[in-house]
C-alpha cells in the first residue's frame, strides 16, 4: 500500500494502519495513522478527525472495528 500510494494517499494508509492494529502492530499503527492523519489534515479535516479517532485506539493497544 505504501508503495503503490507513494505514502501520500491518508485514506490508504489510514486502512494500513487498520490492518495493522489488526494484526496487533500497534506501534506500526500509531506510525502509519500519525502519517495518514498528517496528509488529510490539508486535504480532508472529517477524515482527519477519524484518523486521530482510530489513532488514539490504537496508542491504547485497540484495534478500530467499524460498527455495524
Known sequence: ???????????????LAAALAEMKDFPGAVQVATRA???AEGEDAE????IQERLRLYRAGRPYRAPR
Open 37 to 39: 492523519a498528517s496528509l
Open 47 to 50: 477524515l482527519a478527525e477519524g
Open 1 to 15: 500500500a505504501m508503495s503503490l500510494s507513494g505514502g501520500r494517499l491518508p485514506l490508504v494508509l489510514d486502512a
